[in-house]
């Protein structure tokens, strides 16, 4: 690995996103890009280190600390490139030439079946627009068409509020 790559010093993105750490992942939502992002436990400890001021190899060592065992510096930029893509690094260093486009299957091949339990994931979900996410309208609840009232109710005119049908 070049030196450059060795001293590289990534800074995780803060801004414009909601935080929260659970015992084994943490959840990141993107304000910005209506993205929810779940860390597995090896991504989040890398994303935690992000700091600016510890190296990949800082980071690969403290990886090792935290799971009793020897964690190659390929797991963090296979990390940092998975962050990266979910735009959750300000500051993203551009890995070794011999890991550039090397993707998570190609990792674990590399790295052996040992690196399985320290492989970093971080798994995206777009959330839906609010529009769509919005529960269906109850009784006497505005509306402007009957697919906006929950099931059974309709768009009562004149009123242009949820009602039950009238009856037949």
Request: proline share 7%.
């Amino acid at each position: 690995m070049n030196d450059k790559a060795r001293t590289a010093k990534p800074i995780a993105r803060k801004q414009g996103l909601v935080i929260q750490e659970l015992p084994d992942e943490v959840l990141v939502y993107d304000l910005d890009r209506d993205r929810a992002h779940c860390l597995n436990e090896t991504a989040a400890l890398i994303w935690q280190r992000c700091d600016g001021r510890h190296t990949t190899a800082q980071i690969a060592q403290t990886l090792g600390r935290q799971f009793d065992c020897t964690v190659d510096e390929k797991i963090v930029w296979l990390a940092l490139d998975q962050l990266g893509k979910n735009h959750l690094l300000d500051t993203q260093p551009a890995p070794p030439p011999a890991l550039m486009g090397m993707n998570r299957r190609t990792m674990v091949r590399a790295l052996g079946v040992a690196a399985i339990i320290a492989v970093p994931v971080v798994t995206s979900i777009a959330a839906p627009d609010s529009i769509i996410a919005a529960s269906c309208k109850g009784i006497g609840v505005g509306c402007e068409t009957d697919s906006e009232c929950c099931v059974g109710l309709v768009c009562s005119v004149p009123s242009f509020t949820c009602a039950s049908p009238p009856p037949e």
